[in-house]
């Protein structure tokens, strides 16, 4: 594969929304260089609009001009073109398939119900929507079991494609801990999920990506007050 | 070890017609469970705990959900008669248009569907609009992807025949041909498709099941 130079490779997105990290850490994974182009929170720049016009949403690849939308295609469309890197997506056709109905279970499913807990109003209906949360995530820490086979990732013994399509979410994640006082991935519920949270922030192409919780936590207040909304998407 | 290819399907249900054309398409012998969806046998429900739904393809005892997890499934185990191109980037773009058609489109279809009066004509622009733009995705091509079917083609075809159902059951035209030249001809085109032409579920029957669909929604407003 010929040398791609910074600006064949950007990225529309901004720093605290997961979906944008999805791409970020593959392109670290394939030790792809990217111009790394922030959206401002309120307004949306003429190339997102003009690059996403369907959904006029981050992320955006723009790949030697061409526009890749959505964020768990792009991971895809990294892997498919970056082939000599290290693999995201299981080699193995039926792991495969078993990542990406997690991926779709925890974007369909499991991230609403984590949107539910900011939206829900009075004790009675957070405490609902917290639960729901936590059974999303029991069901995740069994899939790690079976997809991990006793290694660290979802992926084995390096990230893959689930651990990059839930793991995007533990900013957020730590964030409505904090804010809620309580425990969402917990030792005695998901352990195993609690041991690979922190190796998964740890990675080597995560670090860097992945917000400080505190940071994120002010982000989220802001957000807040300017939308009355949870979390962005 | 031979190969053993089940499919849980129910007669009518459109997400797993998809896995019927693919596994038809590509020359996969399998066998069918028809299930009953008042009363889903305890197999489909081990073999898919988490959604409890048809369709699940179970390949030599190893189940796979979801119709766009269970095409991208074929299509990485058997490699004759692709449905998704080779390269990348037309790749990710039917990716990205099969996902539009599951969480935008058919969505706002549905929608049109099972409201009726100042609801109804709220919910039609929305319906036109993403009509608009996957007609646009039609420009110089017989199918999405080319001048054979693929996935995009795959994941909308369903649309492509029971639109006259939801049609007739509304009294409404959404795919008006002067609007969606591009549409009408493709779904003429799909239509002559032999595996697609083949594996149509039965019209009156669906004119009827889909009648009383709409008729549950309108009266209690809430899905069976």
Same mark, same amino acid.
């Given at each position: 594969?010929?040398?791609?130079?910074?600006?064949?490779?950007?990225?529309?997105?901004?720093?605290?929304?997961?979906?944008?990290?999805?791409?970020?850490?593959?392109?670290?994974?394939?030790?792809?260089?990217?111009?790394?182009?922030?959206?401002?929170?309120?307004?949306?720049?003429?190339?997102?609009?003009?690059?996403?016009?369907?959904?006029?949403?981050?992320?955006?690849?723009?790949?030697?001009?061409?526009?890749?939308?959505?964020?768990?295609?792009?991971?895809? /469309?990294?892997?498919?073109?970056?082939?000599?890197?290290?693999?995201?997506?299981?080699?193995?056709? /039926?792991?495969?398939?078993?990542?990406?109905?997690?991926?779709?279970?925890?974007?369909?499913?499991?991230?609403?119900?984590?949107?539910?807990?900011?939206?829900?109003?009075?004790?009675?209906?957070?405490?609902?929507?917290?639960?729901?949360?936590?059974? &999303?995530?029991?069901?995740?820490?069994?899939?790690?079991?079976?997809?991990?086979?006793?290694?660290?990732?979802?992926?084995?013994?390096?990230? +893959?494609?689930?651990?990059?399509?839930? &793991?995007?979410?533990?900013?957020?994640?730590?964030?409505?801990?904090?804010?809620?006082? %309580?425990?969402?991935?917990?030792?005695?519920?998901?352990?195993?999920?609690?041991?690979?949270?922190?190796?998964?922030?740890?990675?080597?192409?995560?670090?860097?990506?992945?917000?400080?919780?505190?940071?994120?936590?002010?982000?989220?207040?802001?957000? %807040?007050?300017?939308?009355?909304?949870?979390?962005?998407? | %070890?031979?190969?053993?290819?089940?499919?849980?399907?129910?007669?009518?249900?459109?997400?797993?017609?998809?896995?019927?054309?693919?596994?038809?398409?590509?020359?996969?012998?399998?066998?069918?469970?028809?299930?009953?969806?008042?009363?889903?046998?305890?197999?489909?429900?081990? /073999?898919?705990?988490?959604?409890?739904?048809?369709?699940?393809?179970?390949?030599? &005892?190893?189940?796979?959900?979801?119709?766009?997890?269970?095409?991208?499934?074929?299509?990485?185990?058997?490699?004759?008669?692709?449905?998704?191109?080779?390269?990348?980037?037309?790749?990710?773009?039917?990716?990205?248009?099969?996902?539009?058609?599951?969480?935008?489109?058919?969505?706002?279809?549905?929608?049109?569907?099972?409201?009726? +009066?100042?609801?109804?004509?709220?919910?039609?622009?929305?319906?036109?609009?993403?009509?608009?733009?996957?007609?646009?995705?039609?420009?110089?091509?017989?199918?999405?992807? +080319?001048?054979?079917?693929?996935?995009?083609?795959?994941?909308?075809?369903?649309? &492509?025949?029971?639109?006259?159902?939801?049609?007739?059951?509304? +009294?409404?035209?959404?795919?008006?041909?002067?609007?969606?030249?591009?549409?009408?001809?493709? %779904?003429?085109?799909?239509?002559?498709?032999?595996?697609?032409?083949?594996?149509?579920?039965?019209?009156?029957?669906?004119?009827?099941?889909?009648?009383?669909?709409?008729?549950? /929604?309108?009266?209690?407003?809430?899905?069976?």
């Amino acid at each position: 594969m010929a040398a791609t130079t910074t600006s064949d490779v950007r990225l529309i997105g901004a720093w605290p929304s997961p979906f944008v990290m999805r791409a970020r850490i593959a392109l670290n994974i394939k030790s792809v260089d990217y111009e790394f182009l922030q959206e401002q929170l309120g307004s949306k720049s003429d190339l997102l609009l003009k690059s996403n016009p369907v959904h006029k949403k981050i992320p955006v690849l723009i790949h030697s001009d061409r526009p890749i939308c959505e964020s768990l295609v792009i991971v895809q /469309y990294i892997d498919d073109v970056w082939a000599s890197g290290p693999s995201i997506l299981p080699s193995d056709p /039926y792991d495969c398939a078993i990542a990406r109905f997690w991926a779709a279970y925890i974007d369909d499913k499991w991230f609403p119900s984590l949107s539910g807990i900011a939206r829900a109003q009075g004790e009675e209906a957070k405490k609902a929507a917290i639960e729901q949360v936590v059974e &999303g995530l029991v069901l995740l820490e069994d899939a790690f079991l079976k997809c991990g086979k006793g290694k660290a990732f979802f992926g084995g013994d390096t990230i +893959g494609y689930l651990d990059i399509a839930l &793991g995007c979410y533990l900013g957020w994640i730590r964030v409505t801990e904090k804010m809620n006082n %309580m425990k969402l991935l917990d030792e005695a519920k998901t352990p195993n999920l609690v041991t690979w949270a922190d190796k998964f922030c740890g990675d080597g192409s995560v670090k860097d990506v992945m917000p400080e919780t505190d940071k994120l936590a002010e982000f989220a207040k802001v957000l %807040m007050a300017k939308f009355r909304a949870p979390p962005p998407n | %070890m031979a190969e053993e290819v089940k499919l849980f399907r129910t007669w009518s249900s459109p997400f797993a017609l998809r896995i019927v054309w693919a596994l038809k398409l590509k020359g996969i012998q399998y066998e069918t469970i028809f299930e009953d969806i008042s009363n889903k046998s305890p197999l489909l429900l081990q /073999y898919n705990p988490v959604y409890k739904k048809v369709p699940v393809l179970v390949h030599n &005892g190893k189940p796979v959900s979801e119709s766009l997890v269970i095409l991208e499934y074929i299509e990485d185990t058997w490699k004759q008669t692709p449905l998704l191109p080779e390269d990348p980037y037309e790749r990710a773009t039917a990716r990205f248009w099969a996902k539009f058609v599951d969480d935008k489109l058919m969505p706002s279809i549905w929608h049109v569907f099972v409201t009726q +009066g100042k609801e109804q004509d709220e919910a039609i622009p929305l319906a036109i609009e993403n009509l608009n733009l996957i007609e646009e995705q039609l420009k110089g091509k017989k199918f999405f992807s +080319g001048e054979t079917i693929g996935l995009v083609d795959i994941a909308f075809g369903w649309m &492509g025949n029971l639109i006259s159902v939801l049609e007739m059951v509304t +009294g409404l035209k959404l795919i008006d041909a002067e609007k969606f030249p591009l549409l009408q001809a493709w %779904m003429q085109n799909l239509s002559d498709v032999q595996v697609i032409k083949e594996n149509w579920p039965p019209h009156d029957k669906l004119v009827s099941k889909f009648q009383a669909i709409r008729e549950t /929604y309108l009266a209690t407003g809430a899905p069976k």
